[in-house]
């Protein structure tokens, strides 16, 4: 029998028919896996683009939060109002783990963590930040709100009678911050044989545009609690903080309106930082005596001042202290030598009020004022006003000029989205 083998063109078709099929398997296989690719591609994309939009919106919050802080005193304002992809949004001053989230803003820096998302991306930056540009009121001598006056020719109480020379008889030694516009002829000796003979320059004044105070108010609610009080005038003050570098606060609140030492011959004696405050007016009617108990001592004495009395502070007859002294008072500080031949005298002094006033002593005596002693330089005179405000230990103004928080180098942390 004679079988009948397939053409050549019939085996080239079944050949090629098998190739195509071969091929479009290959063609299908690798689109599968580029479909594939692309997916994860895509699902990787995805992930990056809502990683770096929740990273950014983090960013963005520790922004806001800066900006937030400048312009409002308050911790807690960085909790409300959080834009769209913030979760939350803390301030917290000082230590990290156990400083405060809330209340007015103190001394020291400022920690901001902020959590945000974007989908399923979770972002937790923190950062630490410095306060910068604020007004370093007790770095002078005098920080007053309005001006300064210094007396020429004061009248005697009792005779009077005018005392010439007794501007010539003040020494005023440190920077003055004083209210722009307002009178500066206090700096300007008349005549210039007389008028600070012994003073090699001329003081620093600077001027600020809008007015200012010591917020004494806050400061002494905030501290009232555990104070221990000071009733009435004794003549002698033992201010003990039991150690040097440790704190104490006295409180005192007349019923007068007025605590007035009317003794002779008062004298304070401290040991440690001592703050003073008084729920009034204070003034000494007679030379008071400041005395360091250890040779590292401060008094700090913060008065709120009184309606009906007027000034908040008055030193009578002059100061004489070797302890370094700030004075912080809403309303006038007043020395006024009362046409005495008395000597006063503090080495080192910054005073913060609303207004201040310096009457000389007559010939024979001199006011001395300074900022820091002769023998310090301008930036260990600092250290000591810098390491109080530090502590939170002085009175903030109540107009913070505060414009800048820093960011310091180093601390920009990009966290686990666990934290």
Known sequence: MIRNLPSREARDAGFMLVGVAMFVLVLTILGLSLFSLSSFESQFYLRSLHQTEAFNAAAGGIERARFALIAQDSLQVVQVNLPDGVDSTLAVQGDLGAGPTSGPIGNGDIWVRVRAHSHEATSV????????GLDKVYNRLITTGYDLKLVRTPVDVVSDAKIPGARAHTYLS?????????????????????AFASVPFRNPVQFR????????????????????????PTGTYNLDAGAIGSVKFFLSTPGTGIFEDLTGAPTIAIRGTVVWMVQGALQFDSTLKVISLTGKDRLIIVAKGNSEVSPTMEFDNGVNSSVPMV????????FDSKGSATNTKVDSLSIFATRTEFT????????????????LTPNQADSWTDDLVAKDLLPRPTSKGRSTLSLVPGTWQNLSASN
């Open 125 to 132: 930056l923190l950062a630490r930040f410095k306060l910068g």
């Open 174 to 194: 440190g920077t003055v911050m004083q209210l722009a516009g307002t009178d500066t002829s206090w700096n300007t000796p008349s005549p210039p044989s007389l």
């Open 209 to 232: 545009d809008s007015t200012t105070s010591p917020d004494v108010d806050s400061y002494i609610s905030a501290h009232t609690v555990g104070a221990t009080l000071l009733p009435t």
């Open 327 to 334: 004075l912080a008072a809403f309303g006038d500080v007043i």
């Open 360 to 375: 000389g002593p007559a010939s024979g005596a001199t006011m001395q004022l300074n900022h820091l002693p002769y023998t």
